[in-house]
């Protein structure tokens, strides 16, 4: 959904205060405005806000909130209970009502479950702590009624006013739907038809919680969502562009255990199974324990624990994504070829592309082809990139953090550096070719020439993680044409073998990346369906599969 911008927000706040200011039912209290602005300023929101929202939450009758526990650990609501700025007593005495809390209140047994009954005749959010058992109730069954967790969720949704996931549990399963899955539990978003806001961490942020609240509780509208419905304020930077560490991830500095040197002087722990590069979220900013430290920080790497099946997908959490540390094994083999393929050449296929067609040509050159209003053949992709490595290797070295990249790679792989000072002279070769760049990056992990593509798209399908390391490719659009810089991009395998990445993973991740900017430059074409050229030996599932829904 769309943010509501700065000036949408201000109309609501004063439309809340007029009606507020000719109501009797309206709740003077004070509020602390060093609190409000904290948390304005998290969710990214205008100081002009403010005072506004100061006044309506001093008029406002406090927002009722209804907390429910399914399948967790408590982590979540520990991680409330640490928040300093607003602190929790302010959160529920000035902010929200925190009406019904398992783990808190004082009501409990028949008590606690008439509570429940009387909220639902009231106006309330909804927080959901935990993941649902929907099918085997049984490994959820709470009260003297013997209700199953799925149906307390399912009656207490209903009658939401919105409805928060807290936590990686509640967003997405957490560890009980790890495989395999015993209990059956799932994210609460897979079993309520109502929208569900994703607030994933194991556990979040305290900030993560309570600023989703608050925001909801003073606007009556939920924040702007990414795909996965969590909020972009939050979750909507990669957290390893955040980190601390990232300069020695760029200069190839790696710690090779956790209590080397190198890792208590702020060497990237990329070698030692940080999944930063892989995770969104905003820990490094708002920090845990009233902005206390991250895990990071402290000398233990991300465990991407705010994505969806982190405990299957990521491998072992202190190990790199390497295809020896994947113990969930997940297969890129595909069967099914959606695309067709022109196996032409080049002038012969300029003679068959049809009108309602965009042609990616990956043979000894790269480019997107298509008819334009006049039929004349024209080319979308421009595509051109430095093919030396030896001058690639120079340009790296030309900024500090390049240098050291360099020299630790030189040392780490000797063998392969010293095949490219060999085999390369100081002369510019300019490529417009994509398999190019996949050769060179074959060059920098195996120290010698590619001799056939299919090696390079096999060492890909291979992979035993579906998550490709993030590459540097540049997309930006003119109107007539798409520019793929990925100049560039070739410092990117330097760092993954530095940091203990496999050639599976390289290959993989630079395909994937290469197959991400496809796909955006064919949504530029809605009324062309996509279109193969390619040699026939290379036309696999997997690769097409890449190619048009990465």
Not at 186 to 213: H, R
Not at 233 to 249: S, V
Not at 341 to 367: F, G, M, P, Q, R
């Amino acid at each position: 959904m769309n943010m509501a911008n700065n000036d949408e927000l201000k109309i609501i706040l004063e439309n809340q205060i007029e009606k507020l200011l000719n109501s009797n039912y309206k709740e003077e209290k004070n509020i602390n405005e060093e609190s409000l602005k904290s948390v304005m300023k998290h969710l990214g929101l205008s100081n002009d806000l403010v005072p506004l929202a100061k006044k309506t939450f001093e008029l406002a009758p406090k927002t009722k909130v209804l907390w429910l526990h399914l399948c967790e650990c408590t982590g979540c609501s520990e991680s409330l209970l640490r928040s300093a700025n607003p602190s929790f007593d302010e959160l529920i005495f000035d902010f929200i009502s925190l009406d019904y809390h398992e783990t808190l209140m004082a009501a409990n047994g028949s008590k606690a479950e008439e509570l429940l009954e009387e909220l639902l005749e009231e106006e309330f959010i909804l927080a959901v702590e935990g993941a649902v058992a929907a099918i085997d109730t049984f490994f959820l069954t709470i009260g003297a009624h013997a209700e199953s967790g799925y149906e307390i969720l399912e009656k207490v949704a209903k009658k939401a006013k919105a409805i928060f996931a807290i936590g990686t549990c509640s967003s997405f399963g957490g560890i009980q739907a790890a495989y395999p899955n015993p209990s059956k539990t799932c994210g609460i978003s897979e079993v309520l038809t109502q929208k569900v806001v994703n607030i994933p961490g194991c556990p979040p942020s305290d900030i993560n919680i309570v600023a989703n609240l608050i925001f909801f509780s003073l606007f009556k509208i939920l924040p702007e969502l990414d795909s996965q419905n969590r909020p972009l304020w939050a979750y909507g930077k990669c957290l390893h562009d955040l980190c601390e560490r990232k300069a020695k991830f760029e200069s190839g500095e790696f710690a090779e255990n956790f209590d080397d040197e190198a890792a208590k002087n702020g060497a990237c722990l990329f070698k030692i199974g940080c999944k930063g590069p892989y995770t969104y979220n905003n820990c490094p900013k708002v920090k845990f324990n009233a902005k206390t430290s991250w895990p990071v920080a402290s000398g233990h790497g991300c465990i991407a624990c705010s994505e969806k099946d982190f405990w299957d997908d990521f491998g072992f959490l202190e190990k790199p994504m390497a295809n020896a540390f994947a113990y969930a094994k997940f297969s890129q083999k595909n069967e099914n070829k959606i695309l067709e393929n022109y196996n032409l050449k080049y002038e012969d296929l300029k003679n068959t592309i049809k009108d309602d067609e965009i042609v990616l040509y990956l043979k000894e050159k790269s480019e997107i082809l298509y008819k334009d209003e006049n039929q004349n053949i024209c080319n979308f992709l421009n595509l051109e990139f430095e093919s030396n490595l030896k001058i690639i290797l120079n340009n790296i070295s030309k900024n500090k953090l390049g240098a050291k990249l360099v020299e630790n790679y030189s040392k780490q792989f000797l063998s392969q550096y010293n095949f490219i000072q060999e085999n390369f002279d100081e002369v510019s070769i300019l490529s417009k070719d994509i398999w190019k760049l996949f050769e060179l990056n074959f060059i920098l992990a195996k120290g010698k020439f590619l001799e056939d593509k299919k090696e390079f798209v096999n060492y890909a399908l291979n992979y035993h993680f579906k998550h490709p390391s993030p590459y540097d490719f540049k997309l930006s659009f003119s109107e007539r044409e798409a520019k793929l810089d990925v100049n560039k991009s070739l410092r990117m395998p330097l760092i993954y073998l530095c940091g203990g990445l496999d050639f599976e993973g390289i290959a993989f991740s630079c395909l994937k990346a290469f197959g991400k900017s496809i796909s955006k430059i064919n949504e530029n074409f809605k009324d062309k369906r996509l279109v193969l050229s390619i040699d026939e030996e290379l036309n696999s599932a997997f690769l097409q599969e890449l190619l048009a829904h990465s």
